[in-house]
């Protein structure tokens, strides 16, 4: 599956963005998706996911209550809103998907096969 994230730009802080993925190849529904962001010198971490079959979300909680992940089959896209963004938000933004990914493991960047070009956003302060 190829993946072409978009959407990221600048952005003042307590501004908003919406992310977008768009997944083309294999079946879009059978894989969970992730966002991963990375920092300037520092490693890649979870932002968010969504299960393929019940369409259950996770985050990493310095993001929950402001950020939102969804999918949408039709599109064969996969989306994060972010409200309320902070200058620590600031990173390179990369979608994923994988395919037998267990609920331990969904935040783990391992567990994902294929992954997008990243996007990123920056906030002001």
């Known amino acids: 599956v190829q993946l072409q994230a978009c959407g990221g730009g600048l952005v003042q802080g307590g501004g908003s963005l919406r992310l977008s993925c768009l997944a083309s190849?294999?079946?879009?529904?059978?894989?969970?998706m992730g966002w991963f962001r990375q920092a300037p010198g520092k490693t890649r971490e979870f932002v968010a996911a969504?299960?393929?079959?019940?369409?259950?979300?996770y985050y990493r909680d310095s993001v929950k209550g402001r950020f939102t992940i969804s999918r949408d089959g039709a599109k064969n896209t996969v989306y994060l809103q972010m409200n309320s963004l902070k200058p620590e938000d600031t990173a390179v933004y990369y979608c994923?998907?994988?395919?037998?990914?267990?609920?331990?493991?969904?935040?783990?960047?391992?567990?994902?096969?294929?992954w997008g070009q990243g996007t990123l956003v920056t906030v002001s302060s």
């Open positions: 969504v299960r393929r079959n019940d369409g259950s979300t």
């Open positions: 190849g294999r079946t879009f529904s059978s894989y969970a």
């Open positions: 994923a998907a994988g395919s037998g990914i267990i609920i331990s493991s969904i935040s783990s960047p391992t567990g994902y096969a294929y």
